[in-house]
């Protein structure tokens, strides 16, 4: 049988839980890997600006792991849209560490794909999920990892995925240089209740406190023109809370799904620029079949 990869999508920050949150969620890239070959071949249809070479940042990172792979001939799917807050790099760096990790019999555990992941990615809220599944919580710095994978409560997700993307190398420079002592203080404590919340499945009180991030959205909602307008309308109708997922610009609701229903409907009539997808949570993380 062909050594398939797959690896979930991924919504990072969750409100305040800036570089230290995220959840997977229903989208997936997949790989399959083919014969053995004398460069590597990447067969996929995600446009020209991905490369179909070792360049390709699945190669580039599976090298990172093990540079004495054999190349080989892989076919990449994937329904992840590109540079739009849902972890398409992850993703593939998560799906490139475990090609390593299954071509070299690496063995690796899920703590060590992470601390490689956070490496390549430069922070782990979108690669924890994408190993583990669910709801992680996770903390990387100077070599050392630390996280919690744990169950999102029950909630229905819906995401506006615009029609442009939003690279997060270009978001982030819209964030501040530094941020003052009692701005972080207060940040943090919104932070640390939001999870607080999530960990004990109390949404409302969740959604509450995840409104009110101070880290990143106040200085990038300015790059997402339909974010206020979501969140009005999501609000009105109940919803538990709207989100910039990851860098943006996917806006994800969350909501009862009776409410998701009803929220996506009114959005509906707006016309905005890109598409109104359901999905749900993940619990699975990276799947390999052999
Ligand atoms: N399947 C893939 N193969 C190779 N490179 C990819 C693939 N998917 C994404 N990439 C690379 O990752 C870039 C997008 O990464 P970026 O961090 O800007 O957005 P994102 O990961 O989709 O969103 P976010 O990190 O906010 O959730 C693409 O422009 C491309 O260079
Ligand atoms: N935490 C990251 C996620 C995107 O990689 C950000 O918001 O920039």
Known sequence: ????????????????????????????????????????VIH???????????NNLLIQTALQVEPNLTPHEIKMTSDI?????????????????????????????DAEKLAIASEVEGHPDNVAPAILGGLVIAHSAAGETHYVAAKMPETGLLAFIPDYELKTSDSRNAL??????KASVAASSVANVAIAALLTGDMTLAGQLMSQDKFHEPYRRHLVPEF????????????????LSGAGPTVMVL??????????????????????????VDTLGVKVEN
């Open 228 to 243: 206020d307008r979501i969140r009005t309308i999501a609000s009105d109708k109940g919803a538990y809370v709207t989100y």
């Open 1 to 40: 049988m062909t050594l398939t990869i797959s690896v979930p999508a991924t919504s990072a920050n969750l409100g305040p839980g800036f570089d230290s949150v995220g959840l997977a969620v229903s989208r997936f890239l997949k790989i399959e890997v083919l014969n053995p070959l004398e460069k590597w």
């Open 44 to 54: 996929h249809d995600l446009g020209s600006d991905v490369p179909s070479d070792e």
């Open 81 to 109: 849209p590109l540079a739009r807050g849902l972890g398409s790099s992850s993703s593939v760096i998560v799906a490139g560490i475990e090609l390593a990790n299954q071509l070299a019999h690496l063995a690796l555990s």
């Open 176 to 181: 501040p240089d530094s941020f003052d002592y």
């Open 255 to 280: 909501a009862t799904p009776d409410k998701i229903k009803l929220i996506k409907a009114a959005l509906e009539t707006e016309k905005l620029p890109g598409q109104l997808v359901e999905l749900s």
